[in-house]
């Protein structure tokens, strides 16, 4: 089945620590992004590749960073800069057809601080 | 700056009554919209994609409409059914594919 995969499910990180949050892909699309969800809030670009070795800042990008070194693959770290990581962390993908840009979400990774 | 807005925020309705979600936008320069549902703890579903040149979209007992000129969009659920209690995101792309989403409006279905 094509899809998106996030991995872990769940993660817990110390005060000062870097973690890493994976994504991967087997839809053969372009574009990758991710977003952070808050409780009651919509969710917000951290960052976004539209192809292999680019990537863009999305809205809220301080204390990330990411890597796009592959097409399928499109991992996040979280850095100690990051005042504040708990939340729930979402990986999508996208095509691009006629008129429009269809996205699709990886179930999701949620990251505790710990 | 775009801004997305879905009202009301929570929705509770008895099985089988129609359910209507609305979705406002502040900037008609969209490349197109698409309406998600989310299962607590789960990841999104998507559910329609209205390409800025339609004004409705449907799947099944789903329709969806847009009208870019007044900057809104309405989902349409028919006959609602237990199984349809979930948050329902709104989302306008820009031409790179970034999205830009509603906070949700939070469903549930009595039975």
């Known amino acids: 089945d094509g899809g998106i995969t996030q991995s872990p499910k769940y993660l817990f990180r110390k005060e000062g620590q870097n973690v890493t949050l994976s994504c991967e892909q087997n839809?053969?699309?372009?574009?990758m992004y991710w977003y952070r969800q808050d409780p009651g809030q919509g969710l917000r670009l951290i960052y976004y590749?539209?192809?292999?070795?680019?990537?863009q800042k999305g809205d809220i990008a301080e204390g990330y960073s990411v890597s796009r070194e592959k097409k399928e693959s499109f991992p996040l770290t979280v850095t100690s800069a990051q005042k504040n990581p708990t939340a729930f962390y979402l990986c999508?993908?996208?095509?691009?057809?006629?008129?429009?840009?269809?996205?699709?979400f990886g179930q999701g990774t949620r990251l505790t601080v710990v | 700056k775009q801004e997305v807005t879905q009202i009301p925020a929570a929705l509770s309705v008895p099985e089988g009554e129609n359910l209507v979600l609305n979705c406002s936008f502040t900037?008609?320069?969209?490349?197109?919209l698409q309406w998600f549902r989310q299962d607590p703890g789960k990841g999104l579903t998507s559910l329609l994609l209205?390409?800025?040149?339609?004004r409705e979209q449907t799947s099944g007992r789903l329709n969806a409409s847009l009208d870019k000129s007044s900057g809104r969009s309405t989902l349409y659920i028919a006959a609602s059914q237990p199984g349809d209690s979930a948050t329902y995101l709104c989302?306008?792309?820009?031409?790179?594919?970034?999205?830009?989403f509603g906070a949700g409006t939070q469903v549930v279905v009595t039975p």
């Open positions: 900037d008609s320069a969209i490349y197109n």
């Open positions: 999508a993908s996208s095509i691009s057809r006629q008129g429009g840009t269809e996205a699709f």
């Open positions: 839809l053969n699309h372009d574009a």
């Open positions: 209205i390409q800025s040149s339609q």
């Open positions: 989302a306008v792309a820009d031409s790179w594919g970034k999205l830009q």
């Open positions: 590749s539209q192809i292999v070795n680019d990537f």
